[in-house]
């Protein structure tokens, strides 16, 4: 037994030794020789942000113009699809009854003036009291708004376009009997587009009043329309969690038309930013960190996170322009490993 033991022993000091020589040598550190891996460097790179919504047009003015007082229609001044300006007749309605109304409290009002002056002038005299004066004056002051009202009515009996627009299609004809709940047409400014649509909550910060916008129509494939954003609304929607944003934009060719839909395109140009490759960020509970590449040795650093795009992080803190950090082999090395850098192609024959 106690030869064959001696036999054994140095035939595995042996083999030891010779494991020892093919083995690299450690570093100090027990990590052993520099781990390869890949790199990229940190770059600035301009960032514009995009948000795609569905918005629908509406015209910047638009009414359906209706009666104030229930008559006849006396008058049709416009053409279907006119273009009208501010101020233009569009129904005159048989006014007889109230011009005459008109009539009587203007004389009414005649009447009473020259009551009232005659009286005036006897005050002096004491031939009348101040108190029967007072009331003298005091029915000029009803006659005068009995008139204000007549020519009121008069007036409602011309219906004017209240801002210029184009008319829409004609819903009544001369001699016609209205009232206040008769659409008589509608009329809609669209020299310029208001464009509703909602915006996520999570785009809140990048939707902001000044804003350029692009708008695309199906019925347009080959046009863009550009605008600006005009407000925003002060409350989101409890239920998408999305808020009401609205933009204007011209429409000096008159081709596009409320209630058409839009696909909207907005940009927000946040200037040149810090980007680092997404593989390169190691996670660790709720931190971030990087490996910096510095005399051939890794740093481990955390690092602030800001929007992810396709492939690529943004840095808010932790890095700076042209460093360079490990995009490939991470999970070979440690804080101070050593490490060699080497092109994607070595590492994948590797």
């Known amino acids: 037994m106690s030869s064959n033991f001696r036999l054994v022993f140095p035939l595995l000091l042996l083999a030891l030794a010779a494991c020892s020589e093919d083995q690299p040598a450690s570093t100090p550190d027990g990590w052993g020789a520099a781990a390869k891996v890949v790199t990229a460097q940190v770059e600035l790179r301009p960032m514009i942000d995009e948000i795609e919504a569905l918005g629908t047009a509406r015209a910047n003015e638009s009414i359906e113009i209706r009666p104030r007082i229930?008559?006849?229609?006396?008058?049709?001044?416009f053409k279907e699809g006119q273009t009208v300006r501010k101020g233009?007749?569009?129904?005159?309605?048989?006014?007889?009854?109230?011009?005459?109304?008109?009539?009587?409290?203007?004389?009414?009002?005649?009447?009473?003036?020259?009551?009232?002056?005659?009286?005036?002038?006897?005050a002096s005299s004491k031939a009348i009291s101040a108190s029967n004066l007072e009331q003298l004056l005091a029915q000029v002051q009803v006659d005068e708004a009995q008139v204000e009202?007549?020519?009121?009515?008069?007036a409602n009996t011309r219906i004017l376009a209240p801002?210029?627009?184009?008319?829409?299609?004609?819903?009544?004809?001369?001699?016609?009997?209205?009232?206040t709940s008769t659409v008589i047409t509608t009329l809609d400014?669209?020299?310029?587009?208001?464009?509703?649509?909602?915006?996520?909550?999570?785009?809140?910060?990048?939707?902001?009043?000044?804003?350029?916008?692009?708008?695309?129509?199906?019925?347009?494939?080959?046009?863009?329309?550009?605008?600006?954003?005009?407000?925003?609304?002060?409350?989101?929607?409890?239920?998408?969690?999305?808020?009401?944003?609205?933009?204007l934009i011209p429409n000096t060719e008159g081709i596009l038309k409320p209630g058409m839909f839009l696909t909207?395109?907005?940009?927000?140009?946040?200037?040149?930013?810090?980007?680092?490759?997404?593989?390169?960020?190691?996670?660790?509970?709720?931190?971030?960190?990087?490996?910096?590449?510095?005399?051939?040795?890794?740093?481990?650093r955390p690092v602030t996170l800001g929007r992810r795009v396709p492939g690529f992080v943004t840095i808010e803190e932790g890095l700076e322009v042209g460093e360079e950090i490990v995009t490939e082999g991470t999970h070979k090395i440690r804080d101070g490993s050593g490490v060699e850098t080497i092109v994607p192609a070595q590492a994948a024959s590797g």
């Open 88 to 122: 233009d007749l569009l129904i005159e309605l048989e006014n007889n009854e109230i011009v005459a109304g008109l009539a009587v409290a203007e004389a009414a009002l005649s009447e009473s003036r020259s009551i009232y002056r005659r009286s005036k002038s006897l």
């Open 189 to 247: 400014d669209v020299s310029q587009i208001k464009l509703d649509f909602s915006v996520p909550e999570t785009f809140l910060t990048v939707v902001r009043e000044g804003m350029d916008i692009i708008a695309h129509s199906l019925v347009f494939p080959d046009r863009e329309f550009l605008g600006k954003v005009s407000s925003v609304d002060t409350r989101l929607d409890p239920v998408s969690r999305s808020v009401q944003v609205r933009a």
């Open 70 to 77: 229930a008559s006849l229609i006396d008058r049709v001044n």
């Open 264 to 300: 909207v395109d907005l940009q927000r140009d946040r200037g040149d930013v810090l980007i680092a490759p997404e593989q390169a960020i190691v996670p660790e509970g709720t931190r971030q960190f990087v490996y910096v590449v510095k005399d051939g040795k890794a740093e481990k």
């Open 163 to 179: 801002f210029e627009g184009r008319v829409g299609l004609r819903r009544v004809s001369p001699g016609s009997f209205v009232n």
């Open 149 to 154: 009202a007549a020519r009121a009515r008069l």
